[in-house]
């Protein structure tokens, strides 16, 4: 069993930095390729960004991308994300995942999810 357990949400002016982090127990962490999910008030929760299971390649959505880093620290089990420039539509939920193979951006391709963390930005 899985679990992924997001920290480090809170409320950030627009143009300032945070970072999230999750924390993974269960399985080998190295062998999950992971992921970043957000759901903003009345919208599809969707796709932020992913990183390999060594963490050497990564792939971001364009509304993220040159903003947002993901990391992650193999000997901690913990992945990263990275924030800065932030603007008030990234005010959402935001959800770490892991899969064992990464098959798509799409919520069905990841086996866990996190219980999410909010961000909020402020205007």
């Known amino acids: 069993q899985v679990q992924l357990v997001e920290s480090g949400g809170g409320l950030v002016q627009a143009g300032g930095s945070l970072s999230l982090s999750c924390a993974v127990a269960?399985?080998?962490?190295?062998?999950?390729?992971m992921g970043w999910f957000r759901q903003a008030p009345g919208k599809e929760r969707e796709f932020v960004g992913v990183?390999?299971?060594?963490?050497?390649?990564?792939r971001y959505a364009d509304s993220v991308k040159g903003r947002f880093t993901i990391s992650r620290d193999n000997t901690e089990n913990t992945l990263y994300l990275q924030m800065k420039s932030l603007k008030p539509d990234d005010t959402a939920v935001y959800y770490c995942?892991?899969?064992?193979?990464?098959?798509?951006?799409?919520?069905?391709?990841?086996?866990?999810w996190g219980q999410g963390t909010q961000v909020t930005v402020s205007s």
């Open positions: 269960g399985g080998t962490f190295s062998s999950y390729a």
């Open positions: 990183i390999s299971r060594s963490g050497g390649i990564t």
């Open positions: 995942v892991a899969t064992l193979g990464v098959t798509s951006y799409t919520m069905g391709a990841w086996d866990y």
